[in-house]
C-alpha cells in the first residue's frame, strides 16, 4: 500500500521534474538557434549591400576569411592577375604583393580594421595603395578598399581592388 504510493508519487515526481527541464532546455536551445538564424539573415543582407557598394567603386572585390584567406573562386580576381581559370580560393591575398611593407600594411589595415567591427556591422572602408604582381611578373599599382563584416559568430573582410594612377583620368 503505502510504499507503493510513495514509490508511485516519487517516480511520477521525478518524471514531471525531468519533463520540465527538457522543457527548458529545449525552449533555450531554440531560443539561441533563432538567435543564430536571425543573425545570419542580418549578416547576409548587410553583407550584399557592401559588396554592392563597393563593386560599384572597384574593379574586383575579393572575399577573405578571418586568416585573410581568399574564400570561394574570387574569378574576377583571378582575371585581374592573368591567372585564367585557375582558382584562388584559399590563397592569401598577400601572396599576390611583392612587396614586404605592402603585407604588412595590409595586415595592419585589415586587422585594426577588423578591431573595430562590433555587433553585426561593417565598417567604412579604408583605403590603402600597394602593389600587386600578376602570374606574368607585371606589378599592378593598385588601391584596396578594407571593410570587416562581424557577427558573434564570425568575422569575414571584403576587400575590394580598383587599378590606380597617379596620372588620374584622361582628358
Known amino acids: 500500500g503505502d510504499a507503493f504510493i510513495r514509490s508511485s508519487i516519487a517516480y511520477h515526481s521525478w518524471s514531471a521534474a525531468t519533463v520540465i527541464a527538457l522543457c527548458f ?26 559588396w554592392a557598394l563597393l563593386e560599384m567603386v572597384c574593379d574586383v572585390v575579393v572575399p577573405l576569411s578571418e586568416d585573410l584567406r ?3 573562386k574570387a574569378s574576377r580576381f583571378a582575371a585581374m592577375m592573368t591567372l585564367q581559370a585557375r582558382s584562388v580560393e584559399g590563397a592569401c591575398l598577400q601572396d599576390y604583393m611583392p612587396s614586404r611593407e605592402d603585407r604588412a600594411a595590409v595586415e595592419r589595415c585589415v586587422r585594426a580594421h577588423g578591431d573595430e567591427a562590433s555587433g553585426i556591422t561593417g565598417t567604412l572602408p579604408r583605403a590603402l595603395h600597394v602593389r600587386l604582381r600578376d602570374s ?8 584596396l578598399f578594407c571593410v570587416t563584416v562581424q557577427s ?12 590606380f594612377s597617379d596620372a588620374g583620368p584622361p582628358p
Open 25 to 50: 532546455s529545449a525552449a533555450a536551445t531554440t531560443k539561441s538557434e533563432v538567435r543564430k538564424e536571425v543573425e545570419a539573415s542580418m549578416l547576409r543582407g548587410e553583407s550584399s549591400g557592401l
Open 70 to 72: 581568399i574564400i570561394g
Open 136 to 143: 606574368l611578373g607585371n606589378h599592378i599599382r593598385v588601391e
Open 152 to 163: 558573434l559568430v564570425q568575422r569575414r573582410f571584403f576587400v575590394g581592388i580598383r587599378e
